[in-house]
Each structure stands twice: as structure tokens, then as C-alpha cells.
């Protein structure tokens, strides 16, 4: 149970980081529209002073985010001890990391026409990777990564306001996405299950035009040898997977499904593990990121 200040119960607090570029601002706006107090470029040392103050409101202000980015300065070290101070008092402190391609980022940029903040004297791509290299050690222990290379601002809103729109926090969340290899494994996964040892229905000529989705694909990837033996082995290790990360205080999972182009195999099988999960009383969204691709 959360440690009270002054009295009151701590307010919640989410963490918004992650790359230049990748959409920190939309999220925080995202936070906003749901009513969270929101705090744009916050030094990681000042957390738990806000914290303090908002637990002083009597409930005025129950949920913060805060946007901290490499603006500041000895950013992972602070933030990683600060979190982790956080937590030590009872406080729910939650990481989300907004993350992007070397490619999407170089196109914001250039579309705004802005250096990169660590750029320097250097290229643009000079500042991604410095900036990569210096924030790799906090999108490890992020509880929620996402992806925003091929997501507009409308989309990334809706996807932040997906996960903290509902209230009942207990409840464990898990993304379900299939994809195709040939065209690069989900860089927000938090797992990776690998589909291409099934028969490929793209060699069944009545099956190939089809998706994972359509009745035959589905009936014919799941009859396959391995393939209930995989759905159930893996089921019971995302159960125990789910508790352990629950206990950890995080409450979100990406799942990735892959197979060679992301349109039978992985999507069938990403369709059952989400039925799967929600049989296990996850709240399940499933995605298919190579769907129409091909």
C-alpha cells in the first residue's frame, strides 16, 4: 500500500520520455485531455518535490505526468535513482518511453526544420545516436515503450489514451501484435514469439489471398503440428510472466507474433493468444502492424 503524505495518498505519476522526435509533446497533450496535471521538461531531481506539493492538495491533483528528456543534464543517471526513489516510498512511478526509427526522426526534423538538442556541431544523425546511446539504460526499465514511426499525432493520442483512459489499475493490459519479419521485428516488444515454423499458407493457392483472420487460414495454421502445443506452453508462460510483472508494479506488455511477411501465421495465432489472455482477465488489444503489406 502507498506510503501517505501529510495525510493524503500520493498522487499517481506517469513519466513521459523518450526520443527528440518520437512525440513526447502529443502524449502529454494525450495526458491532458484525461486530466492529468501535466509538467513539460521537469529536471528528474524536482520528481519527488512535485509529488510532494500535489499530495498536499487534498486529492486536487491525483494523477501527474511528467515530460523529462536530455534537456537536462546527467539525465539517465537522475531519473533511473529517482524512479527508483519514487517506488521506494510506496509511489506507483510509472516510465512511458516514446521511441522512433533513425528514419521517422530524421523526416520530423527535416519537416520542421530543427536541429537535433544534441546535435552540435555535427549531423543530425550524429544527435539520434547520441542521444539513443545516452537514453538506452531508461527505456530498459520503461513499463511502456511505443513505437511512434508509423503512427500520425491522431494515432499516437488515441494510443496513449488507450492505456490510461480507464481507471481500474489492477487490471493487467497486453499488446498483441503480429508483423512479418522481412519488414523488421516491432521495436516495442517486450517479446518475441517466432510463428515460421508452421506450414506457410501462402503456398496453399485457396489460402494465399487470405488473411490470419479468415476462418480456413485460421482452422488451418492452428490444426498444424506444434501449433496447440506452442498456444498452450506459451499461455502459461505469459500467466506467469503477467503475475511477475504485476508484481513489479508494471502493468503493461507488448507481445509480438512474427512470421515471414505478417499476414497468415503470426495473425491467426496473435487472434488466439489475445483470446487466450483475455480468458485470463487481461485487458487485450490486438494489432496486426504487416497486415496489407504485402
Not at 239 to 246: D, E, K, N, S, V
Not at 248 to 260: F, I, N, Q, S
Request: glycine letters at 8%.
Amino acid at each position: 500500500m502507498a506510503n501517505k503524505l501529510d495525510g493524503e495518498l500520493p498522487p499517481e505519476i506517469v513519466v513521459i520520455t523518450g526520443m527528440s522526435g518520437a512525440g513526447r509533446s502529443t502524449a502529454a497533450r494525450a495526458l491532458e485531455d484525461l486530466d492529468w496535471f501535466v509538467v513539460d521538461n521537469l529536471p528528474p531531481g524536482l520528481l519527488p518535490t512535485m509529488i510532494d506539493l500535489a499530495g498536499r492538495t487534498q486529492g486536487a491533483v491525483p494523477r501527474v505526468a511528467a515530460v523529462v528528456d536530455v534537456r537536462s543534464m546527467a539525465f539517465t543517471e537522475d531519473l533511473l535513482s529517482t524512479v527508483e526513489q519514487l517506488r521506494g516510498r510506496g509511489i506507483a512511478a510509472r516510465v512511458v518511453f516514446l521511441e522512433a526509427s533513425d528514419e521517422a526522426l530524421v523526416r520530423r526534423f527535416d519537416s520542421v526544420r530543427r536541429p537535433h538538442p544534441l546535435q552540435g556541431d555535427g549531423r543530425l544523425t550524429d544527435g539520434i545516436a547520441r542521444e539513443r546511446e545516452t537514453l538506452s539504460a531508461i527505456r530498459g526499465e520503461a513499463d511502456l515503450v511505443i513505437d511512434t514511426s508509423q503512427l500520425n499525432v491522431h494515432q499516437l493520442k488515441a494510443e496513449v489514451i488507450s492505456f490510461f483512459g480507464e481507471t481500474e489499475e489492477a487490471r493487467p493490459r497486453a499488446n498483441v501484435v503480429s508483423f512479418g519479419y522481412k519488414h523488421g521485428l516491432p521495436v516495442d516488444a517486450d517479446l518475441v514469439l517466432d510463428c515460421r515454423f508452421l506450414p506457410n499458407p501462402h503456398w496453399v493457392p485457396e489460402l494465399q489471398p487470405l488473411s490470419g483472420r479468415d476462418a480456413p487460414v485460421r482452422e488451418y495454421v492452428l490444426a498444424q503440428r506444434g501449433a496447440k502445443e506452442m498456444l498452450d506452453s506459451y499461455t502459461e508462460v505469459l500467466r506467469l510472466i503477467i503475475a511477475g510483472y504485476q508484481r513489479e508494479g508494471k502493468h503493461y506488455m507488448t507481445l509480438a507474433v512474427g512470421c515471414t511477411g505478417g499476414k497468415h501465421r503470426s495473425v491467426a495465432m496473435a487472434e488466439r493468444f489475445g483470446e487466450r489472455l483475455r480468458e485470463q482477465g487481461v485487458d487485450v488489444r490486438v494489432a496486426h502492424r504487416d497486415l496489407g503489406r504485402e
